[in-house]
């Protein structure tokens, strides 16, 4: 601060005492001048700001591009060396063998004479179908699989071949399982296949995304190829005992899809599929355990149609228990602990009453019903077993 004397021409400087030590001091013999700044030289306004943060995402941006610039469409490459791997996958192999045992189950399970090449026949006709309905199903279910965890990585999704292969694979299989079918087995087999790729590809597939009935169908699809084993074989499958393993392959897909599904729900619900489990899980729960416990009246009915002897009932009833106790477990606590043994048993399950079906089968001929079966040289195991069946 600057003080006056109020006498004299000269101004007098007089020294104030100051409350604390500047930290810098500037002397009367400087030289320096004082300016009045306007405000908005050091702080800029709102609109100088802002347009100066648009200048600099602008600059950015451009940088962004310089260094990383957008990806452009490639053309799918195929792998010719994994192209047999790969329609392995598109054919879903796993579910494909076991549509193909359950065909062949049929077959060795209907009473009439056992013709190792029809056999052959049916099942490779009926594996070529089944590859069909699994890659028109991957066809069209492209957008949704790429969302699922579960599905993710199949061949359509990774690019590992285009939809046209799909397709021509597709054409192809389903070509030659229907005409090994209609000409090496016979018509009626061929005529369930093809309303079973129908039912699959076209009713089934688009289902799932409308309506949870779309389960139903699903285990109609299940149920069909033991039908087409037992139809292959006799020629027919007016006789009731061809109805058995075919019920027990459609009970049983309650119990196993809706463990699977049950701790897929969130896949499930991204990708926009409208199954039990998601829509309705108290009654996804219900369903497992009703069609368990129709898996257990099945087994008894068995011999009561001539299908089994009395020991498959007693042999299998152990092994449906401890089915039907999962499937409580599962309807009661409704779990990922629950369910995930339900679906682990289940795997068990098939195979093992499939096996004490077909050991226990009453008769290996249609003429067993009423004498026995003609002596013939090339069928003398059957006639060894058949003999021992009937002591």
Not at 28 to 37: A, H, M, R
Not at 45 to 74: F, G, H, L, M, Y
Not at 262 to 276: E, V
Not at 278 to 307: I, Q
Request: hydrophobic share 45%; aromatic share 10%; proline share 6%.
């Amino acid at each position: 601060m600057k003080n006056y004397a109020a006498s004299g021409a000269r101004a007098v400087p007089k020294a104030v005492q100051l409350q604390e030590q500047p930290y810098l001091s500037v002397s009367e013999k400087s030289g320096l001048q004082t300016f009045i700044v306007n405000p908005t030289v050091i702080i800029p306004c709102k609109e100088i700001v802002e347009k100066s943060k648009i200048i600099e995402n602008d600059k950015r941006r451009k940088q962004t591009k310089e260094i990383a610039p957008e990806p452009e469409w490639q053309q799918m490459k195929v792998e010719t060396t994994k192209l047999h791997k790969h329609c392995l996958m598109l054919s879903k192999i796993r579910l494909t063998s076991l549509v193909v045992i359950t065909t062949m189950g049929g077959y060795a399970l209907a009473p009439a004479p056992f013709d190792p090449y029809t056999f052959v026949m049916c099942s490779l006709g009926t594996g070529l179908v089944s590859a069909t309905a699994n890659s028109i199903n991957q066809f069209f279910e492209v957008p949704f699989d790429a969302q699922m965890s579960r599905t993710k990585n199949r061949v359509l999704v990774r690019g590992h071949l285009t939809p046209v292969h799909a397709v021509a694979f597709a054409a192809i299989s389903g070509a030659a399982g229907l005409s090994t079918l209609y000409f090496e087995v016979n018509g009626l087999t061929a005529a369930l296949g093809a309303a079973n790729l129908i039912l699959y590809t076209l009713i089934y597939t688009p289902m799932k995304r409308v309506s949870i009935l779309n389960t139903w169908v699903g285990s109609i699809v299940g149920a069909i190829p033991p039908l087409m084993g037992w139809a292959g074989c006799a020629g027919s499958i007016a006789d009731p005992g061809a109805w058995i393993m075919s019920g027990m392959l459609y009970a049983w897909q309650f119990p196993h899809f809706n463990a699977l599904s049950w701790n897929l729900r969130p896949d499930y619900s991204r990708a926009g599929y409208r199954m039990m489990a998601v829509t309705n899980p108290g009654l996804c729960r219900r369903t497992a355990l009703r069609y368990t416990a129709v898996l257990m009246g099945l087994s008894y009915l068995a011999p009561v149609l001539d299908v089994t002897n009395w020991w498959f009932a007693v042999a299998s009833t152990p092994l449906n228990a401890y089915f039907l106790y999962l499937a409580w477990q599962f309807n009661k606590q409704s779990d990922s602990a629950t369910s995930r043994k339900l679906f682990r048993f289940s795997l068990v399950h098939l195979p093992a009453l499939m096996l004490m079906l077909l050991l226990s089968k009453k008769y290996w001929s249609t003429a067993g019903k009423d004498k026995p079966l003609p002596e013939r040289e090339d069928n003398s195991m059957l006639n060894l077993f058949h003999h021992v069946q009937s002591s």
